[in-house]
């Protein structure tokens, strides 16, 4: 079929095929990426904790790393993380989203090889840098791919796969570290360190089978490639009335992208992204803003506070007898409760579930922070050699507010975030704004990974609960940011999603449909186009 017969294939009501068990299951698949983020997450704190990793670092009568070395081993991943993401929108690009995956699974296992065999901190840093470009790679593209790949009405709900994935892993480390804590040997940390290496193996070698995006072929003008690739991931025939309809929708609009965001070389499709005016919603500017700010306030919600440091913070405290358990725990808690997201995103939409999940988070972090600075974890007497709080039950209080605060985060905040940035950027600077995105969200994870020692250590600042004073205010914030500025995405397809920005703004967009497509946009712009010319004729006889 021509490139023209397919553009003329498009309508509103049947513009993708119906979803199948296989595109379920390859973007299932795909969504495995985000065990490399969680259970990193999950390991490194639970290994902070350890008595033998402590004294191998600093000697046999250290009982706790200093702030600044937790500090160190904490946020240098998310530093290589960070340049990693930014990198991996040029790679998306050049070499498709599946190379770039494969790519970054290859550049963790190398990294993970020298923290298993580190026996101090120089390799053990140097090993969590190159990690964490590879984890940069990973959770870029792999937000990008499936995006491209779910079917529009699944979309929500399949990319909140990933985050699911994320929980999967931070639950696997606290496993794993409660495992190893007590060994007395360097198995304790490279155990749970080298089982990293596992996860990448299945998601490299799972994505050789897997076809790259068919959106990533239409950026390189290669249309047969992108129709066998759409057939693939929709499980249809090739000559199917559906795979033609979504082509031609998806090649009209980077055909009208293209035209409104022309590139004429690669320092310009970086100033793409930062074009326009920022008080227009549409304006690449203003999605590029709301992508890197959505993962900054999902960073400021507090949630890898309790991840990376609630081994450390709990020790601390004094106030709680197995800080291993309590964080298996609470992992345990955000698995079980992510599962909601996929049926609540696509039933009440990404924005009503971001702002309900704001207000939740932020009463449960001011209650933590009230009842700990009363009568909870800031109030310990020594009884022998161990430290006991004076209330248990306020004790207990806190930490069930913490449960309930990691379950709305998993249930909102943890799966939305990823979602949108994933839905609200156009084809030719996706790859970049998706990678943009995701490196403010590792910026400001290695930014809090930083300042929480500083935050809660004995030797420094010593918070103890009033540090969630701190992150209920930030939740706050949050409650005021997804009223103003975060659009409501559900139900759309990518490009669906670009025209809503064009047309209203984020506190009506959920009122909002679509009333014709790309392909019928294009087709009324060359009939203008013609119109004009025979006119021009006309004048000229």
């Known amino acids: ?84 993401a930014v990198i991996a929108g040029d790679l998306a690009d050049y070499f498709g989203r599946r190379f770039t995956i494969i790519s970054g699974c290859v550049v963790f296992i190398i990294g993970v090889v020298l923290q298993t065999a580190s026996a101090g901190l120089g390799l053990l840093v140097a090993g969590r840098l190159i990690a964490g470009f590879g984890v ?29 994935c994320v929980t999967i892993g931070l639950m696997l480390a ?61 499980d249809q025939p090739l000559d199917s009335h559906f795979v033609e309809s979504e082509l031609a929708e998806i090649q009209a609009n980077h055909e009208y992208e293209s035209r409104v965001i022309p590139s004429s070389g690669y320092f310009s499709s970086w100033a793409n992204c930062f074009k326009g005016s920022l008080f227009h919603a549409n304006s690449n500017l203003r999605k590029t803003i709301l992508g890197t700010s959505l993962q900054m306030m999902q960073q400021w919600t507090g949630v890898n506070f309790v991840f990376y ?65 009363t009568v909870g974890f800031d109030h310990t007497h020594a009884e022998g050699a161990t430290s006991v709080p004076d209330n248990i039950s306020a004790v207990n209080a806190q930490i069930a507010f913490i449960a309930i605060y990691i379950f709305f985060f998993a249930t909102t905040w943890g799966p939305g975030a990823w979602v949108l940035i994933g839905e609200v950027f156009p084809l030719p600077i996706r790859s970049r704004g998706v990678g943009l995105s995701t490196a403010s969200n590792w910026l400001w994870n290695c930014i809090i990974a930083v300042i929480t020692p500083y935050l809660v250590g004995a030797d420094e600042a010593d918070l103890k609960s009033k540090v969630f004073f701190l992150w209920g205010s930030l939740c706050a914030a949050c409650i005021a940011y997804t009223y103003f500025l975060v659009p409501e995405t559900k139900g759309l397809t990518l490009e669906q999603v670009d025209q809503m920005l064009e047309e209203t703004t984020p506190r009506k967009s959920a009122k909002w449909k679509p009333s014709t497509t790309f392909v019928d946009q294009m087709r009324a712009g060359e009939k203008i186009e013609q119109a004009r010319t025979a006119a021009a004729e006309k004048i000229e006889e």
């Open 1 to 84: 079929m021509s490139d023209k017969e397919v553009k003329e294939s498009g309508t509103i009501d049947q513009v993708e095929a119906p979803v199948t068990w296989k595109s379920y299951a390859m973007c299932i698949f795909a969504a495995f990426g985000g065990i490399f983020f969680g259970y990193d997450s999950g390991y490194i704190g639970g290994v902070q904790g350890m008595k033998y990793f402590v004294q191998m670092l600093d000697g046999p009568e250290a009982t706790s790393l200093a702030s600044w070395e937790s500090s160190l081993i904490v946020s240098i991943l998310s530093a290589g993380t960070f340049f990693g």
């Open 136 to 164: 940069g790679f990973v959770s870029a593209i792999i937000i990008l791919y499936m995006s491209e790949i779910a079917p529009r009405k699944v979309r929500g709900a399949i990319v909140a796969g990933y985050q699911f």
């Open 174 to 234: 606290a496993c794993v570290t409660y495992g190893t804590e007590n060994r007395t040997d360097s198995g304790s940390y490279r155990i749970p360190i080298g089982l990293q290496m596992l996860w990448a193996l299945i998601l490299g070698v799972g994505l050789l089978f897997l076809p790259e995006s068919p959106r990533f072929y239409i950026k390189k003008g290669n249309l047969e490639k992108a129709r066998v690739a759409l057939a693939r991931v929709r």
């Open 309 to 373: 440091y609630s081994t450390v913070f709990l020790q601390g405290t004094g106030a709680v007898s197995n800080v291993f358990l309590m964080s298996m725990i609470f992992t345990i808690i955000n698995v079980c409760s992510t599962p909601i997201s996929f049926y609540i995103i696509e039933r009440f939409g990404r924005r009503t579930i971001l702002f309900w999940g704001a207000i939740g988070m932020t009463i449960c972090e001011f209650i933590v922070a009230i009842v700990g600075v």
